[in-house]
């Protein structure tokens, strides 16, 4: 088997454990410490992230949607992909280093997405570009850790609290969505969305099409 080979490294904002951008053959994968956070054999879900959120905004005009975790750029393609011309879409991703690497080791994954015009990249923290806006979004799509509890960075917690949330539901436009990635459920994140005025659908998906690999979760939230 082939060895593991270390492409980047960088470091997260915050107390959040280091990144190492990884490669194997065709395979990479983006680790948090000893945690992997990303591999760029199983996108499924990510992509899921992003068609689930679209068909539910889908009759809307010039929407703009704010993708919090650039990551590999699943869903961002996949957002691309299913959304019309007139779509905003703005990616905060807080590593610079990330954003370095879909424009290098990584650039046959991103395919020139970072160079469509209807894209907008902000190296910045999600939680502070979500409440740079009072209903603004028609949709924002968090993955930016491995779900409701920070595992990259302890400041990702502060995103899924009761005032992360409220932060949230007032960035959205009425009847908008927010769309959370998650490893997996979250009971108490699930309470948390309701109580913060939002409409709770829990979808279980699976880290690779075709009902296989991981079960992951997503939810959507739409704000009343």
Known sequence: MRPWTLLGTATVPGEGAPLRLMQRGDEFVIMAGT???????????????????????????????????????????????????????????????????????????????????????????VGRVIAARKAGYDAILLDVDNGPEGLSRDGNDRLYSLAGLAKSHAALKPGGVLAVWSAHPDAKFTRRLGESGFQVEEIGVRERHGRKGARHTIWMATRR
Not at 43 to 60: F, N
Not at 91 to 114: D, K, S, T
């Open 35 to 125: 945690n992997p956070l990303m591999n760029s054999r199983t996108s499924g879900s990510e992509e899921d992230l992003a068609t689930l959120s679209w068909a539910r905004i889908a009759a809307r005009r010039q929407p703009h949607v704010l993708i919090g975790g650039l990551g590999m750029g699943f869903t961002l393609r996949a957002a691309l992909a299913a959304m019309p011309a007139d779509v905003r879409i703005t990616v905060a991703e807080i590593v610079p280093e990330i954003v370095e690497w879909a424009r290098g080791p990584l650039a046959h994954i991103f395919a020139g997405c970072l160079d469509d015009a209807r894209v907008a990249i902000e190296v910045a923290d």
